[in-house]
């Protein structure tokens, strides 16, 4: 038995790890233009635009920071009920991961960690500047890679 023991902390220690070491809001807007006269009954539900954006940059051999953008708003021109942009990022250690799987787990998995903590302060935001929270639905952080690495290696000259 010691010499099983003896054999697996080698195998141990070249387990993959992905570790979250900080998360932070590095940017966060939100505007009401309209208020108060936007915070009455509305007649109709209002057009809701989100768009998303990841960014990576590598910090230390190990250490990567993603960045998560949350643009968007309800109501457009003059009717705008509100917008709100933020910027959340986490700083990620990556142990242990063959270096073709180092993109995918900091594009894929980073984001999806963060998305929860950054969809509650959007949601709490859109509360507290007097309407129903806007609670964003789930992202398939793997499917927005899978486009960008789709739009990355597409001929430019194609339409």
Known sequence: MAEQNGDAQPAAAAVPKFSVLAQYAKDFSFENPNAPRSLGPQQQSPNISIQINVNARQLAASDYEVTLLL???????????????????????????PAP???????????????????QMIADAVRNGGFPP?????????????????????????A
Do not use: C
């Not at 708003?73 to 990556?94: D, H």
């Not at 984001?111 to 950054?118: D, G, I, K, S, T």
């Not at 639905?137 to 430019?156: E, G, K, V, W």
């Open 71 to 97: 643009e968007g708003g309800a109501g457009e021109g003059a009717g705008t009920l509100f917008k709100f942009e933020l910027n959340y990022a986490g700083v990620f250690r990556v142990e242990n991961i």
């Open 101 to 119: 799987q180092v993109q995918p787990a900091i594009m894929i998995e980073g984001p999806r960690l963060l998305f929860p903590f950054a969809r």
């Open 134 to 158: 806007l609670y964003i639905d789930p992202i398939d952080f793997n499917a927005l890679f899978m486009q960008r690495l789709a739009s990355a290696s597409a001929p430019a000259g194609v």
